[in-house]
């Protein structure tokens, strides 16, 4: 499918406007997106910008998604990998503000060593993206009306959904396995991190006297007693426009 | 509207649905970009209420009604500065990053049964998806004004949104769980009718829960109490200090679309939508199908009922904004992790028995039959034949090949 419009791309921009294939189109542009962006965050120095040209390229792949008409993987990309990114970017920005960190240079070595393993990955994506005889083509250019719901009854153990052509006929079950087995790696995930974020408590009557005192002593009337002032919000309204 | 287009104007294929693309995002621009006037307006006055004050009173007569318009024009006539430290193109990107991801969301948002931009089959996990990528603008704003006070805000927002998408997720769950679909328009055709139907009466579960939307809604579109991001007793104006003139007024408008649409989100999932709480159109005897007028009358009016829904929402947010004194990170944290999250996580699980054990609710013939039996993939209790059409089964053929 790839190759296929790639191709009618191709053709299409010899074209006059009203032959465009647009699908194509939109395919091209959420490509190029994808891959200018994913080549610049290698290139860039700064960890924000790589981030944001992470988002950039995620966001595009997650375009070419809702262009096949695969919403559901389509959200989810959003979901999942631009919030992992933020909360990337929210670490980056923590660890490297300060002034030795603000720009990464890479050593011309690491940039020879990423750039044979790459276009060696590359080249092997290449090869056999082009060996596919005949890629399988979506019924009428775009799949119409899809739902997520098989998705969600096959993640339950039951297949809604009917073979595809040639496969052995029989019972097929659902993903109630992997589902449930990734479901408990990641819940003993988040039990190793919160024992391994939480506050450490020493054994030693003098350090818990210490963490006693080190306790913030505002308590929450104070706090509300403060907030309520009216000179901080009205104040600020008649000076700063709007607000 | 494409095929309206085609067939009686004539147009060919490609400048038909590029001309309706175009007027469905201009008409959504609208609503972000004319409710924030109407709503900055509209906060000005309650301010100055809830105060004691007048709020605006010259610009446009008695009531001020020209205020946003003016501060507008003004905003448009400052100059647009940039701190020396600031990393120029992150500073520049930030706000339309923000506003685009407002922009976005409001896409897969049902005016009404047809008033849509594009019908998603997952539009209510599209659009808590999308709103999660506003605050992406704001770190950037933070970390590129190379200001201590806006990096601050940044990390508070952060930390945040963050935190409270996960009680948000389970919030949004619930209606998804009763109607069965991710359908924006199902959800809220499901609770057509009297307002008794109406998913925040479908059982105490749901009414509770409604409650701990309004709570995340307000924290993740970073509205008082849970403004820690701006802050402006404290981080003078946080994440965007350094901004000025129309940079500025992106973030403003940004926010006043995100709380825009979380307040329709809460009409829709709990609200019933366009289906008011008197069914108005039914008792005026107007229903789908009357004929094309007809539908068209019935889908303004369903139209201006969602709005009116979302804009109470909105006018309830700034209420609460001027009644309530901010939280401090900590309180924001332990809202979110300690209250907000089991209350959830409870109210999820209580709807779910109460799905399974009373799905017809307390009173009879209510019939809400579960995904599978609905869409006709197995057989349902009633001794209901799988009557899954052809078409049905090509349909979910054709989305796995």
Known sequence: MI?????????????????????????????????????????????????????????????????????????????????????????????????PFVSIKTAPGDRALAGIVGASLLAVLLLSAFSVEEWRKPAAGVVGDPTAT????????VRVDEPPAGSPAGVRSGYLLPFEIVSVHLLVVLVAAAYLARAKRRKTPRAIEVAASAEPPASVAEHAAIGREPAGRGGSVLVGGPR | MAEFLINTVGLSAWLAWTVTAVV????????????????????????????????????????????????????????????????????????????????????????????????????????????????????????????????????????????????????VVVPVMLAGSMDMVTIAEKQAGWFTNWYLFHDPFTFVIFWVYVTCAVASV?????????????????????????????????????????????????????????????????????????????????????LGKATLGVLVMMWVRWTLPRLRIDQVMTTCLKYCTPIAAAMFAGAMLWQLFLPGGLAPGLDRPAGEIREGWLEGPGGRAATAPAAEQKKVAQVNR
């Open chain 1, 3 to 99: 190759a296929a419009a790639f191709d009618t791309g191709l053709v299409a921009a010899a074209l006059p406007l009203a032959a465009i294939n647009w699908h194509s189109t939109f395919f091209l542009l959420f490509a190029v997106l994808a891959c200018v962006c994913a080549i610049a965050v290698v290139t860039a120095d700064n960890v924000v910008r790589m981030a944001l040209y992470l988002v950039l390229s995620l966001g595009a792949t997650a375009g070419l998604f809702f262009l096949a008409g695969a919403e559901f993987v389509g959200a989810m990309q959003l979901m999942i990998y631009v919030g992992g990114t933020l909360v990337l970017l929210v670490f980056g920005v923590m660890l490297t503000a300060q002034a």
């Open chain 1, 150 to 157: 098989p998705i969600g009854m096959a993640l339950l153990g």
């Open chain 2, 24 to 171: 469905a995002a201009v008409l959504v621009l609208n609503v972000i970009a004319g409710g924030a006037l109407v709503f900055i307006w509209a906060e000005r006055k309650i301010a100055g209420r809830i105060q004691d004050r007048l709020g605006p009173t010259r610009t446009g007569g008695r009531f001020g009604w020209l205020q946003s318009l003016a501060d507008g024009i003004k905003l448009l006539a400052k100059e647009d500065l940039m701190p020396e430290g600031a990393d120029g193109m992150l500073f520049r990107l930030a706000p339309y990053v923000s506003f685009c991801a407002s922009f976005c969301a409001f896409i897969a948002l049902p005016f009404a049964f047809d008033f849509i931009g594009c019908r998603l089959n997952v539009g209510v996990f599209f659009v808590v998806a999308v709103l999660g990528l506003e605050v992406f603008g704001v770190i950037l704003a933070g970390y590129a004004s190379a200001s201590k006070w806006s990096l601050f805000g940044a990390m508070r927002e952060a930390a945040q949104v963050v935190s409270y998408e996960v009680p948000l997720g389970m919030c």
């Open chain 2, 222 to 306: 970073n509205r008082a109490p849970f403004d820690l991001a701006e802050a402006e007793s404290e981080l003078v104006a946080g994440f965007h200090t350094e901004y000025s003139g129309l940079r500025w007024s992106y973030f403003f408008m940004a926010e006043y679309g995100s709380m825009f649409l979380v307040s329709a989100m809460a009409a829709v999932l709990f609200m019933g939508g366009w289906n008011g709480p008197i069914p108005l159109a039914t008792l005026l005897g107007l229903s789908e199908g009357t004929g094309d007028t007809a539908n068209y009358f019935v889908r303004l009016l369903g139209m201006f009922n969602l």
